[in-house]
């Protein structure tokens, strides 16, 4: 059970949108940034957003990130097939003093 | 070019012990919080435990799950991350991520990883 929790699954058709919700409380999301990481089978996961919404460089902007209280989401506009992976939101929490992880979040393209 | 190199992993009994290591490149190994996250196979991310770099004390800190067995190391000199596994069970079956923090706070994003490395442990 993660402290995090994302839904198992998300889906959509080639270029429509997609978002991923990660629900915590006020000692993790409530208090600290939020990343997102993307993940290929076989491969290490791989940065998309930090800091809530901010996007490293070589990050297209059809990806989101947003926060509010304590739930963060993960947008993808335009999808594509080669958007289709699992996606984990990550944060701190104050209580643990460990780092968190959503379960996952599989997309598939339709 | 940035890059982490884990190494150490392998095949191990029940109750036994393993050292990973991780090297570092491409950038200021001293100056980073560098982190370990392990994911079983089939499951999610874990966060394992991270250190920080010296300035900042060069404190650790460590999951639950792991939290007495396992231990977090750094050589400076030597650009690369150390994981400590004693008192290995079945449930420490994973691959085992190094990372590298992007910034010197606690909910600091992880923008470089490793490639990997397998334990398992098994009878």
């Known amino acids: 059970q993660s402290v995090l929790t994302q839904p198992p699954s998300v889906s959509a058709a080639p270029g429509q949108k997609v978002t991923i919700s990660c629900s915590g409380s006020?000692?993790?999301?409530?208090?600290?940034?939020v990343s997102w990481y993307q993940q290929f089978p076989g491969t290490a996961p791989k940065l998309l957003i930090y800091?809530?919404?901010k996007r490293p460089s070589g990050i297209p902007d059809r990806f989101s990130g947003s926060k509010s209280g304590t739930s963060a989401a993960l947008g993808i506009t335009g999808l594509q097939t080669g958007d289709e992976a699992d996606y984990y939101c990550g944060t701190w929490d104050s209580s643990l003093n460990a780092g968190v992880f959503g379960g996952g979040t599989k997309v598939t393209v339709l | 070019e940035v890059q982490l190199v884990e190494s150490g992993g392998g095949l191990v009994k029940p109750g036994g012990s393993l050292r990973l290591s991780c090297e570092a490149s491409g950038f200021t190994f001293s100056n980073a919080w560098m982190t370990w996250v392990r994911q079983a196979p089939g499951k999610g991310l874990e966060w394992v435990g991270r250190?920080?770099?010296?300035?900042?004390?060069?404190?650790?800190d460590y999951g639950a799950p792991v939290k007495g067995r396992f231990t977090i190391s750094r050589d400076d000199s030597k650009n690369t991350l150390y994981l400590q596994m004693n008192s290995l069970k079945t449930e420490d079956t994973a691959v085992y991520y190094c990372?590298?923090?992007?910034?010197?706070?606690?909910?600091?994003?992880?923008?470089?990883w490793g490639q990997g490395t397998l334990v398992t442990v098994s009878s």
């Open positions: 006020s000692s993790n999301i409530g208090n600290n940034y």
């Open positions: 250190i920080k770099r010296e300035t900042d004390g060069g404190t650790t």
């Open positions: 800091d809530n919404n």
């Open positions: 990372a590298k923090d992007m910034y010197h706070y606690d909910s600091s994003a992880y923008e470089v």
